[in-house]
């Protein structure tokens, strides 16, 4: 996915959001919990793809225009039939700080770490990334669409010779669950990070997540 490809969903999305509904109220904390149909594919001297259910915890805090926002997951992996390597587990942790620049959109930074650990040791990704998210309602007071994309403005590896870039993005809808402060989040995403010896590793997911997001005011509901 090319910074290119990003910037034309982000306009799709805001295109497609109603402007009457995108002037909407952020519920001031939210926590979920998340599974994800985890699958990574590597293209390094050999082919590998790996698989496994990953299971994840968000929790969001905001003040006015300022979110912030942290996840954790983890997984075991396990090697895909035609290929060699041996199984893996997975962690993956990030921190993004967010500023909503108008109603609907927001742009964010933070820290993003990533471990993929072996028996014979840990491959490890540091970055730094650059987020942009779009939000509307599709059906007023029920269904929500959400575009996340990220660019890393720095990455680096301990494995094929080091890192060089991250690109990625998430597309999904958040649901609301009548007469309760919960939300059902299903969403896609997809990263693809660059080694240095033109090798790559794209991480791809399905996401369904259990959100509460209407905790502390039950008249918050865009979340």
Known sequence: MTLRRIL???ALAVAVAPAAVLAQQFSPFTIGADFTDLSVTRDVATAQLLRGPALGAKATVAFRRVELEGRYAEAALTPDATTST??????DARIIARVRVIPGLSLGAGPHLRAFITP?????WSRVEL???VEGELIAGIAQLRVDTWYAASAESNVQGGGTGAVGGEAGMLIRIPRTPTSLLVSYSADRATF???GSE???GIRVALVL??????GSGSR
């Open 8 to 10: 034309a969903i982000v």
């Open 86 to 91: 041996g199984a893996e587990d997975y962690v």
């Open 120 to 124: 014979s040791g840990t491959a490890r």
């Open 131 to 133: 987020h942009a998210r």
């Open 196 to 198: 240095v010896n033109e």
């Open 202 to 204: 794209f991480v791809e």
């Open 213 to 218: 997001d209407r905790i502390l005011s039950a």
